[in-house]
């Protein structure tokens, strides 16, 4: 089955530490992105890679970092988590750049205290 | 820049009843791609559909069908006879050809009652 995997789903964390947030996607996509959804935002896109070692800022990069090793994964990385970092997060991927087919996440709530 | 404007926040019908969700976006790109997800309470984002710009034909599948037209830069969502399980927002979304993200709308809340 074709599916973007995101882990945790949930996640209660306090400020300062250190995080990761998991996606892995086993369709052999190439283009992956990580968007942030708020109330009355909608979602923006955080960051973005069009394949392995190939990263760029999205909308709304700034306290965030990512990297693309691998083809099927694409970690979510908060060096220090702040409070205005809670949000839901997804991450997605499509064949190609202009978002064929696009897949998300299941989505992971993060809540920073 | 791109944008999609979603005026409906949210929306109440009762069961049965047809429903339309507009969707109004804007770009000075002649080849742009359009996309409806559903997001259920669960929380997850499904695909609905993607058309790009050179597509101007409608597209029905089951209860649900997408009116495109390019002359009022509007891309509107409409369920037939609707059901409690289509409760969810909806979201539009826009982006271009090349390495653009997708622009989403802020969403539509529908909440179909029995």
Redesign the interface.
């Known amino acids: 089955e074709a599916q973007v995997t995101q882990n945790p789903r949930y996640l209660i964390t306090v400020t300062g530490k250190k995080l990761t947030v998991t996606c892995s996607q086993n369709m052999n996509h190439e283009y992956m992105?990580w968007?942030r959804q708020d109330p009355?935002?909608?979602?923006?896109?955080i960051y973005?890679s069009?394949n392995v070692e190939v990263t760029?800022k999205?909308?709304v990069p700034e306290g965030y970092k990512v990297s693309r090793k691998e083809k099927r994964n694409f970690p979510l990385i908060l060096e220090s988590p702040s409070p205005n970092q809670t949000s839901?997060y997804?991450c997605?991927s499509s064949l190609s750049?202009?978002?064929?087919?696009?897949?998300?996440?299941?989505?992971t709530?993060l809540t920073v205290v | 820049a791109q944008k999609v404007t979603q005026a409906q926040t949210e929306i109440s019908v009762v069961e049965k009843e047809d429903v339309t969700l507009d969707c109004v976006y804007e770009t000075r790109d002649t080849t742009y791609y359009l996309f409806w997800y559903k997001q259920p309470p669960s929380g997850e984002l499904v695909f609905l559909i993607r058309r790009n710009s050179f597509d101007e034909q409608n597209e029905i599948s089951g209860r649900y069908s997408w009116n495109f037209q390019k002359s009022t830069s509007s891309f509107n969502f409409t369920i037939t006879a609707s059901q409690v399980v289509d409760s969810a927002v909806y979201f539009c979304a826009l982006t271009l050809s090349g390495n653009t993200p997708l622009v989403f709308g802020k969403g539509t809340r529908l909440s179909v009652i029995a």
Not at chain 1, 97 to 105: C, I, L, N, V, W
């Open positions: 992105s968007y009355g935002l909608g979602l923006r896109q973005y069009m760029d999205g909308d839901l997804f997605a750049k202009d978002h064929t087919e696009a897949f998300f996440g299941q989505g709530r």
